[in-house]
């Protein structure tokens, strides 16, 4: 599966941080092969028409829709050459997480890393159009910098970045007051980090230095699910991506993920989705081989 790595910008401040229109974009995302990117993504549909498979998720496309992308998520996009018209913002998680001086500023942003809800979002044609002006004016600044360029840049970026999240947030009633501490974005950046070694609470509470109960209020408060739902939450969906896209046997799979044996992966996945591995395979029969049902 091929990765796209991000080339730095050719502008005049040294940013790991892009603006692209459909113009230079366009042949990557009518490319309907399954392929993943070392950097974020948010894109901006001003028209579109089609569909995208990203996280397991199949997710139409039209007019208005904006779409979140995480590093190495892998998608599949089909989209009609024709009625396509769309702004792409994209950046480096240590880049933007040093750019705010807060190592844990993308875990904060409910739209990424995000296993339960939506993707993508609707928004009204003012509200888009409004995104796009932002992202025109943090392009320019890119492109012709001046000495408080990097200031702007950054109260830009800040204000489309945490509107798009309040408006995520209200829409699927997730939590946006200030937690009193970092516990639940901490464990959600431990899963991304850990999750193929470490699949107990335990694993994680010690490493954090806190109790069970402490994480479990945490995680409850900011993203409204147990710290063992997301745990399962997160190792199910390692295994939907390696039953997917690696081609590995579940036996192979039970060993890469540090289950005893293959039972106790099988045992694991029917609990969590009612299916068995092989059921579940037959389902995305389609995804395997690059077509879209």
């Not at 904006?66 to 590093?71: A, D, E, K, Q």
Request: a neutral charge; aromatic letters at 12%; hydrophobic letters at 40%.
């Amino acid at each position: 599966m091929k990765t796209i790595k991000f080339h730095k910008t050719e502008c005049g401040v040294d940013f790991l941080l892009n603006v692209l229109t459909d113009g230079k974009l366009r042949d990557s995302y009518l490319n309907s092969s399954v392929y993943n990117a070392d950097f974020f993504e948010i894109l901006f549909f001003k028209k579109a028409k089609g569909t995208l498979i990203l996280n397991q998720q199949n997710i139409n496309i039209t007019d208005n829709s904006i779409v979140f992308i995480s590093p190495f998520q892998k998608r599949q996009w089909m989209l009609e050459p024709d009625r396509l018209d769309f702004t792409a913002l994209i950046f480096q998680e240590d880049f933007l997480n040093d750019f705010f001086a807060d190592k844990l500023f993308t875990y904060r942003l409910l739209y990424f890393y995000q296993l339960e809800y939506s993707l993508n979002m609707l928004v009204t044609e003012e509200e888009m159009q409004k995104a796009c002006e932002i992202l025109k004016e943090i392009k320019s600044e890119l492109v012709e910098t001046k000495p408080d360029s990097v200031h702007i840049i950054r109260s830009l970026l800040y204000y489309l970045l945490q509107k798009l999240n309040r408006k995520y947030a209200y829409k699927h009633n997730l939590s946006l007051d200030k937690p009193e501490n970092n516990y639940a974005y901490q464990f959600k950046k431990l899963l991304e980090i850990h999750i193929k070694e470490k699949q107990r609470i335990n694993d994680y509470t010690d490493m954090l230095g806190i109790s069970r109960i402490s994480l479990n209020k945490a995680v409850k408060t900011q993203f409204n699910v147990t710290a063992t739902d997301l745990l399962k939450q997160r190792r199910l969906f390692e295994i939907k991506n390696y039953l997917i896209h690696s081609g590995l046997t579940v036996a192979q799979i039970a060993d890469e993920l540090n289950f005893p044996e293959p039972n106790h992966l099988m045992r694991f996945f029917k609990a969590q989705t009612g299916l068995t591995t092989t059921e579940f395979l037959a389902d995305h029969a389609g995804y395997q081989n690059g077509i879209i049902s």
